[in-house]
């Protein structure tokens, strides 16, 4: 396996991301935090994912999020 130290979401997948922030912060937080329709509108882990994997910039914002959020 490719190994990657530097990397801190390494092994994270995208789905447990948006669950641990839904966790701790609700939907209508994480709307307000990232104002992604996804998030807001109708919000589900599903149509996040599917959102996220094709929209790089707000991928990007998510996993900020993330890193902020377990520190």
């Known amino acids: 396996?490719?190994?990657?130290?530097?990397?801190?979401?390494?092994?994270?997948?995208?789905?447990?991301?948006?669950?641990?922030?839904v966790e701790h912060y609700g939907w209508e937080e994480?709307?307000?935090?990232?104002?992604?329709?996804?998030f807001n509108l109708d919000p589900s882990v599903k149509s996040s994912l599917k959102f996220l994997r094709k929209t790089q910039w707000a991928r990007t914002?998510?996993?900020?999020?993330?890193?902020?959020?377990i520190k």
């Open 1 to 21: 396996m490719n190994e990657q130290p530097n990397n801190p979401l390494h092994g994270i997948t995208l789905e447990k991301i948006i669950n641990t922030l």
């Open 30 to 38: 994480l709307g307000q935090l990232i104002n992604i329709r996804c």
């Open 61 to 69: 914002k998510v996993e900020k999020l993330y890193l902020k959020t």
